[in-house]
């Protein structure tokens, strides 16, 4: 028996990115699908990925399965490449691939190729994550647009680390830094992420580059996929698996972290951990039995959490319960365990089975 499904509907897939579309109506859409396409499944998505422009992954091993689930979208290995045999394979499937150091660009220059590349050059402008500094972009450029290894134009991109923050000048900032070194240079550009398509207009450039917002998810702290008129891609569910009358003084779970202020109904979902869900989310977070909410009561274990049905007395065993998805928003349930909806996405386990809408 199957308890634990995150149902993955790709038409709300296709609905975000129209929003984008909307948002950014002179871009085209490098679609970032990275880590199994932020954790909902390549093979869930199959059928809407194409409508994006392009898809940027992380690594190889992502540009290759996207190929095995008949993309023919333009795929871009967002984190480069790390190896020669890696270089090759690359240029076999004619992946784009994004150099981001000195040791990219000599290995690009030193191979022999079967097919040229299409190339995007990386320019750190305050992430200071990867990328080459703005006083080095024109000999990159140089170099790369001299190699017979290397498609022109060259691309060029950069990438914001607070544009979630409205009302930092940070991200300005780099808005300027990017605009000054790369104002000489022919290309596309490319600077926009999920934020920075909703609240920074002038960094859309050539191409956006939404990755949370296609999923449902808002980029900013307070706010929810809702506020943008997104719909959540990934609904996680299961089911009631026992119900049990409990007494005033009763403690519940591991580390009896909660007791019963009264007697009480409560029921056991067929959640945990092990499929995904936060341990240490708080008590009195939400989920929806029936489409009514109701509280987690108790630390959340490997297979089974606690949830107080005192005011859903008609509850039954086997009744649904929705953990984050449509009706509630993931948002809600990130703050409760004081991390990101990025997180979560990215860690539902295997054990939970992903099925389309």
């Excluded at 898809?55 to 979208?73: D, H, N, Q």
């Excluded at 398509?197 to 960094?203: G, H, N, T, V, Y």
């Excluded at 959640?271 to 008590?283: L, S, V």
């Amino acid at each position: 028996m199957t308890y634990v499904t995150a149902v993955i509907d790709s038409n709300a897939f296709k609905h975000n990115l129209l929003q984008v579309r909307k948002a950014a109506p002179k871009s085209n859409v490098l679609a970032m699908v990275k880590a199994d396409a932020y954790g909902h499944g390549f093979r869930h998505l199959t059928g809407v990925l194409d409508e994006a422009d392009a898809l940027g992954v992380a690594r190889l091993e992502e540009a290759l399965r996207l190929k095995k689930y008949g993309v023919t979208s333009q795929i871009v290995i967002m984190g480069g490449i790390t190896t020669a045999e890696e270089l090759m394979v690359a240029s076999q499937h004619e992946f784009a691939i994004v150099v981001h150091n000195a040791e990219r660009l000599q290995m690009i220059q030193h191979e022999t190729l079967e097919n040229k590349l299409s190339v995007w050059l990386k320019i750190d402008t305050g992430m200071h994550r990867l990328g080459v500094m703005p006083e080095e972009v024109n000999d990159f450029v140089q170099v790369l647009k001299a190699s017979g290894n290397v498609k022109n134009p060259i691309g060029l991109m950069s990438h914001f680390a607070k544009a979630d923050d409205r009302n930092s000048p940070y991200t300005d900032n780099q808005i300027l830094s990017f605009a000054e070194c790369v104002q000489p240079l022919e290309g596309p550009k490319s600077l926009a992420n999920s934020a920075a398509i909703l609240a920074w207009p002038d960094s859309h450039e050539d191409w956006v580059r939404p990755g949370i917002m296609l999923y449902g998810v808002s980029p900013f702290a307070e706010e929810t996929g809702l506020d943008y008129n997104l719909k959540p891609v990934m609904t996680l569910q299961s089911s009631i698996i026992a119900i049990r009358q409990l007494h005033q003084g009763d403690a519940i779970g591991y580390g009896s972290t909660w007791t019963c202020p009264k007697d009480m109904i409560v029921g056991v979902v067929a959640m945990g951990y092990g499929d995904g869900y936060p341990r240490h989310i708080a008590a009195g977070t939400p989920v929806l039995v029936n489409q009514q909410q109701a509280s987690i009561l108790g630390r959340v274990s490997m297979d089974m959490l606690t949830i107080d049905l005192s005011q859903q007395s008609h509850a039954a065993v086997g009744d649904e319960v929705i953990l984050w998805g449509k009706g509630l928003p993931i948002e809600h349930i990130a703050r409760s365990a004081n991390t990101i909806a990025y997180e979560l996405l990215c860690q539902v386990t295997a054990r939970a089975t992903k099925v389309k809408a």
